[in-house]
C-alpha cells in the first residue's frame, strides 16, 4: 500500500492527539495549505478503510479516527513500517514528460527504471500523456527497438509543457515562487525542472518589466508569461529551436516584441544565455495573446465592441433578461475579447480548467453564448469551448449580480482571471446573505499592500502560504460544501465579527444602520447622477465640427484641431496629445471598414474634459482601417479623454464609440457632414442612455 511522507504525518498526528487536530491546525504543523491538507485526508481515508478504520470530525472539526482498537493498532503497526512514497503519478507524469522534451528518443526500459515504475504501469502513463498531447498536435510514439519519441513543432512543445505546468501543478507553482522570492528555497529544482537563480531572475524582470510599462495580465497569464520565457531560455539554451513556419510578422506584435526585447536583452547580461530573433517573436506572441486590452477604456476597436453588443443583446433575448445596459460586463468581454480572438485567430491553444464544470453546472448560459458567438463571429470557423467557458463566467457574474442583499466584509482572492473572480463574488453574494460587500484582489496585491485585518471573511481559490490569517479555500465555481464550510466559518466566528460590528456602530454615533445605508446610497447615486450629467455636458459643449478647405495629412488637420483645443483650454501640450494619437494608429488600424470615417482616439493626462469633434475633409486620404484594409477617409472623427477616468466617463466614451456603427442610419449620419444632423444624434444617443439608466416617464420625470 503506496503512502507519502505527508499521509504518513498526517495519520500520526490524529493518532496522537485524536479529536484535537483540525484540518488547519494540521497545515500549520506541516507548514502547507489547508487545501492541501485536505486533499490528502482524501488518500489518508482510502488507507483507513482499508484497514476498516473511519475518518471523523467532531463539533470543533476536530479530526479522529474511529473504528475497533484492534484495527488501529494494525494502522499503527502499518504506519510505522512503511516507507514513505514522495512522488504522485502525477509527478511521475511529469518526469516521464520531461524526460522525453530531453531526448530524441528514450528505451522503454530505461524510462521505466527512470521513474522507478513496471512496464505495465508506464504503459499506462504513456497512453494517458500521448492523449493529453494530442491536444497540441504533438504525437508521442513507441517503436520496438527505437524507444519513446516526441514528434511536433518546437513551438507545440513549449506551448504544451507550459499548459502541463500550469493545469496539474498551478497552486504548487505559486507557492513555490512565493517562497523564492522570500529566498529560502529547500528542493535542487522546482517541480525537476526549474533551476532557483534562473527562474527568479525571469520572474524579478517580468515584474519590473510589467510595472514599468503598465502591462495588465491576470495571475494566471502572468505565471503563463513566466514560464513561457523560462522554458524558453532552457530549450534555445539546449539547441531546441523554433522552426521558421510558427512565427508571425514582427509588425502585428511591436509592443509586446519592444517588450520582450527589453527582458531578453537583461536576462542575456545577468544569466549569459541569449534568445534568438525567433524566440523574441515568439514570446511577443504569447504576451498579445495574454494581455487584458481596453477594459478601462474606449474600445480599441469599434467593430469588436459592436460584436460583443450584439453577442449580449442575443444572450438577453434568448435567456428572457435585460443585460445589454449591463456596462461591467461590456467592459470584461471587451477586455477579454481582444487577446481571446488573437488567441484563435493565431491557433494558440487556449486551456479553461473549469470547462467542464461550467458546461455542467451553467448548461443552458452556455448554450445560449455559444450561438450568440456562432452567430455573431462569422469569420471564426471555430471558436473553442475553453473560450466560451470563459465568457459564460463574465454572463454569470451579470445575472448573479442582480440579488444583492448583505452585512459582513469578504475579500475574494482569485487569480484564475477577471470573469472567474466576478463570478464566485456573485456567487457568494447570491448564497451567502449575511455577507455585504466584497472586494477582489489579486496574489501580489495582498501580498503588497492588503490590510487583511480590515476583512471578516477571507476567501482564496488557491493556497496562500504567506498570509497570517485563516482563510477559506473554496473552488472557483463554489460547490455547496464550499458553501457550507464559509456558513459554518461565520457561524463559528460571529461573536469576533460581531464585536467589529459593535466598534462600527459606536463611532457611527449609534445611527441605525438602515439609515446609514440609505445615505450611503444616495449619496453614491448623487455622484453617480453628477459624474453623468458632467460627462454628457463636456461631450456637447466641447463638440466642434470643421470643414477644411486644404489638402492637408492627417497629422496637419489633428495638429489643427488640437491647437484650437488648446487655446480654448480643453488641452495641454498638444504636441503631446499628438504624439498619443500617432502612437495608438500604429498599434491598428483607425479606419471603420465600408465608411468613410476614422476614429483617432487617446487618453492623455494633457486633457482636461471629454472631447468629441469632426473634420471633414475637401479629399479623402488612406488610412489603415480596423480590419487591417485601407479605407479612404472622408471624416476624422476624434475623441479625447483624460488619463484617468470614472466608470460613468468610460460608459459615456464606450456609447459615443459603438454607436457610430450601430445602424446603418447612424453611419450615415455621421459620414454625412451635417454638423446639426451629428449634433441631433449625439443628442438622441444620450438622450436614450438617460431613459435606459433612470426610467424617465413621458412626462419627463423619473
Known sequence: MDITSREKAIIELIIKTSGKHTVLSIASSLNVSTRTIQRDLKATERIMEKFGLRLTRNMDQGLSIEGKNE?????????????????????????????????????????????????????????????????????????????????????????????????????????????????????????????HDELLEVLTLVNTTFHKTQVRVTDRAYLEVVLHIYITLMRTDAHFLLEEDVILQEKEVAIEYDLMLMISRELERKLDMSLTKRDILFLALILKGTKLQGAEAEPENILLAQLIKNVIRSVSNQLQVNLTDDFSLFQGLLAHMEPALFRIEQKMESFNPLKEEIKRKYPVLFMAVKNSVKEEFKSIDYFPEDEIAFMVLHFGSALLMQEEHLTIKALVICPTGIGTSKMLASRIKKEIAEIDSIDIKSIKEISEHVNLQAYDVIISTVRLPFINKEYILVNPLLSTENIDTIKSFIQNNIEAIAKGEKYKKIERHSVPSSVVKKNIDLHDMLEDIKSIQHSIESIMQNYRFYRMNHSESQELILNKMLQIAEKENLVTESEDILYSLKEREKRGGLGIPQTNLALFHARNEHVRELIFQIAHLPNPCLVRGMDGNMVMMKNLLLMLA???????????????????????????????????????????????????NFKINDRGMM
Do not use: C, M
Not at 530505461?110 to 522507478?116: E, F, I, N, Q, S
Open 71 to 195: 484495527q488501529i493498532y494494525r494502522l499503527i503497526q502499518h504506519i510505522a513500517g512503511s516507507t514513505p512514497i514522495d512522488q504522485t503519478p502525477l509527478e511521475k507524469k511529469l518526469r516521464l514528460l520531461l524526460a522525453v522534451y530531453e531526448e530524441e528518443h528514450f528505451k522503454i526500459q530505461t524510462l521505466a527504471t527512470h521513474l522507478g515504475v513496471s512496464s505495465a504501469t508506464l504503459a499506462i502513463y504513456l497512453d494517458e500523456l500521448a492523449e493529453w498531447l494530442e491536444v497540441f498536435q504533438l504525437q508521442l510514439t513507441r517503436k520496438r527497438g527505437v524507444g519513446v519519441e516526441l514528434h511536433g513543432t518546437e513551438a507545440n512543445k513549449r506551448r504544451a509543457l507550459v499548459h502541463f505546468f500550469l493545469q496539474y501543478f498551478h497552486d504548487e507553482l505559486i507557492e513555490k515562487l512565493f517562497i523564492l522570492e522570500k529566498g529560502s528555497p529547500s528542493e535542487e529544482k522546482i517541480l525537476h525542472y526549474f533551476y
Open 642 to 692: 483624460p488619463l484617468e477616468l470614472s466608470n460613468r466617463q468610460q460608459e459615456i466614451i464606450s456609447l459615443i464609440s459603438t454607436n457610430i456603427i450601430e445602424t446603418d442610419e447612424a453611419i450615415l449620419i455621421f459620414s454625412s457632414a451635417n454638423e446639426e444632423l451629428i449634433y441631433k444624434r449625439l443628442e438622441s444617443i444620450f438622450s436614450n442612455y438617460l431613459q435606459s
